[in-house]
């Protein structure tokens, strides 16, 4: 009895050792990578922090889910006389401080309709825009890209480099007249690190003592003073302060209208309370958004524009259409096909960007059924090696965008006073050119493709025994297209059938982030010039965390 017992035993943990194995199936294991965020995250060693920050950029690269295309530039077009606006290297537009000579209203597009108003819940690059104008921060960006003081006149910091002390400007109001001092940035704060807020960027706050339940950030008795302590110094604590997860909601306005399931309920219709240059005034959703000056903003003797008036669109053609007949005055958005045409019109602007256009695959897809974590990366990693990038940049991007090698982009500082992505500092696979040659290599591709269980003729085309077809997932702009199907054409020089999804932007920003996708495009602009900042996105709770590692 004791003999069959124990083998009964044996043959349970057998089979619940493969159970695990089956469970760990083709996605990569994460807990490593969550760890090493963590300790990168602790470390007051900061020459130690970049050597980390490699590490698991190697490890995030290793899973083949970041298709890396090409180093993001950003176009727009502005009527001549229109000065004053600015962009930041992290692709937001301020308009506050825009002059149009004798025109008090400003007419743009900068994408459809949006996702979230709700500062602490926005996670799209059109939405920091409307934020930066119609909200605030401690510090705010100047037009060479600095951080500058804004709610905040100043701060003071501790010799350790863990309590920052913050000074709230005199007479600061919200848009209905109120007051608005330190104690909203308290709730704010804390409102945006809880759980059940489910803000995406809540783990930006990981960094604040007592994360996520007592956040450390508390305002003094008279408001006039916020004070935050750190668990660790945070070389980019201003950029924080600048963006728009840590920008205040008045509680009274966001507290009348939300809900459990809906945290940012208060910001889904015009009339809302906010504090920045304008307030939004219309709203006619999926055609346009009108804002209107705040009288209250504490420098709106310098806002000259009175009126933003917003078409939202992400109909490349119609866009175009609408700024040549006059009745757009900027548009951030402009037809692959009159780029060309564009390129030396001085109504035409690139300017530079910290990020990067990639694919992105979902680990969790049943695409890798019956493959190993190793096969599934391997499977990723081929089908970034048919990709023919400097095509997709002649024919689509057109302004003198740069091949990604690599997720982080070029020119990123490393937290230790160098750049990054110097090849010089880290042993990269393939030398300068990062973790892949810029060419395709489609023979690569193949042995790849080999190792992951594929079979191929004598022709090098897939065998119909082993046939790959899948979706990709994009957003209705000509331009996002157009690179969905440069790849498209790159898949089926060895067989590989994939068929094009376009959607509605708001739609797509939310299928990809609850995983309903196999394989989607993507981009990442920065928040700020520091490695972390598209490091952590990728941490298990992270609410960036598109490719669903460790979920």
Known sequence: MKKLFALLMAVLMVMSSAAALADAGSEPEWTKYDEMIATIKATTDFAERAKLMHEAEDMLMDTGAIVPIYYYNDVYMAKEGLTGFYSNPYGTKF???????????????LASE??????????????ACLAANSFGGLYTYDANGDCVPNFATGYTVSEDGLTYVFDIREGLKWSDGSDLTAKDFEYSWKRAAADETAADYSYMFNGIAGFPDN???TASEDGKQFTVVLTAPCAYMLDLAAFPTFFPVQQACVEASATADNPGAWALEAGFVSSGAYTLESWDHNVSMVYVKNPYYWDAENVKIERLEFMLSDDDTAIFAAYQNGDLDFTDS????????????????????????????????????GMTAEQAANFRKALSLLIDRQYIIDT????????ATSFLPAGMADGNGGIFKDAANWNYPNGA???FAEEPDVDQAIELLKSAGFEFGDDGMLSAATPISFEYLTNNTSGHIAIAECLQQDFSQIGINMTIKSIDWAVFLNERKEGNFGIARNGWIADFNDPINMLEMW?????????????
């Open 95 to 109: 308009f506050m401080y825009a002059d149009f000579g004798e025109n008090t209203t400003l007419r743009l597009q």
């Open 114 to 127: 949006p996702d979230k108003l709700d500062p602490a819940l926005n996670s799209s690059v059109d939405g």
């Open 215 to 217: 956040l450390q950030a």
């Open 334 to 369: 402009v037809p692959t096909d009159q780029i060309a045409t564009l390129l030396d019109n001085p109504e035409f602007h690139i300017v530079d960007e910290l990020g990067t256009y990639y694919v992105i695959f979902n680990v969790k897809s049943s695409m890798f059924d």
């Open 396 to 403: 689509v991007g057109q302004t003198g965008q740069k091949i």
């Open 433 to 435: 050119d990062g973790y």
């Open 539 to 551: 941490t298990t709770v992270s609410g960036n965390n598109d490719a669903q590692f460790g979920r």
